[in-house]
């Protein structure tokens, strides 16, 4: 069972630049929440309670100062300072105390999950006993991700990072769960040729196992990668249309912990008074009445 999450959240945000020069992307702005709101939500709709953020030197204040406590969610939220970006595998590497010897959730700080079946099937990878299981997403331009590419009976039988042949149109996701032998798995892996350790590596190591899975988000869920301008304003349009349909909120974190009972009303209205008078107070107040 897997109770501890990470969510990597370093990284120069060289491709926004120059909004990025001063403010890590994470703390940016998807509609109406900073984007690390998003990832931090699936975490907690899967039912993980004990996570780890790993940021950028220097920014940690800045972070604490956006995210609410976690004893105001009903969860722990620890912190970790990343010297420089040295790969995601690095996450492991960083989190060694934090993991222990438990098995581990891994999201990407940028990545945006949406749909409705999504929180049954981020409670069921949490079961993972061994192995690694990795979430994959069709997408249009597989030249631009890592792929995976599956048999018939959907089993991971290749990975390769931006193929400049076509091999799948299945892109591997930046979320990912893994057993405990992670972190000994990626202190051996070594640096590609930009210098950094990868995380299509130590897949690779799982699936040479035949210790790796994979899920599908599915046709009617949503993966976005907000690492671009584009996709980035492109997310907070897709967010910005969903709330106004349905009047209901993406990632909103006090109603999450809430609905899982792991807060009553009393911490939504220490939420309140946090945010201030806004529209997502306005909408935390619904909650209550």
């Known amino acids: 069972m897997i109770k501890k999450g990470i969510i990597l959240a370093g990284g120069h945000g060289t491709r926004m630049s120059p909004l990025t020069k001063a403010v890590n992307k994470q703390l940016l702005p998807i509609y109406d929440k900073p984007l690390i709101y998003y ?3 699936v975490l907690m709709l899967a039912g993980i309670k004990n996570i780890l953020i790993i940021v950028n ?7 604490k100062k956006l995210i609410p406590s976690g004893k105001n969610l009903g ?20 989190g060694e105390k934090f993991i222990k010897k438990d098995n581990v959730a891994l999201i990407l700080g940028d990545n945006f999950f949406y749909g409705q079946s999504l929180g049954i099937k981020l409670k069921e990878s949490t079961k ?35 193929p400049k042949k076509f091999i799948s149109d299945y892109a591997i996701t930046g979320l990912y769960f893994f ?12 640096p590609s040729k930009r210098g950094e350790i990868e995380i299509i590596d130590l897949l690779n190591k799982y699936k ?19 690492g671009s301008i584009k ?17 209901m ?12 009972k792991w807060i009553k009303g009393e911490e939504i209205q220490n939420a309140i008074k946090f945010y201030g008078k806004c529209d997502y107070s306005d909408y935390l107040k619904k909650i209550i009445n």
């Open 249 to 260: 909120k993406i990632a909103c974190l006090e109603e999450i912990a809430f609905y899982s």
């Open 75 to 94: 969860i722990k939220i620890d912190f970790e300072e990343q010297l420089y970006p040295g790969g995601l595998p690095e996450a492991f590497i960083i």
């Open 39 to 41: 990832p931090l939500s």
């Open 208 to 226: 040479n196992e035949k210790k790796l899975k994979a899920d599908f988000i599915g046709r009617g869920g949503v993966w976005l990668d907000t």
């Open 128 to 162: 993972l006993k061994s192995g690694a299981k990795v979430f994959l997403h069709k997408v249009s331009k597989p030249e631009l991700y890592g792929v995976a590419k599956i048999n018939k009976n959907k089993k991971i039988i290749k990975i390769v990072e931006k």
């Open 57 to 63: 030197k220097g920014q940690l204040e800045q972070f």
């Open 179 to 190: 057993d405990n032998k992670v972190i000994k798995l990626a202190k051996t892996l070594k």
């Open 231 to 247: 996709d980035f304003y492109n997310t907070s349009t897709f967010v910005s249309t969903i709330e106004n349909r349905q009047g």
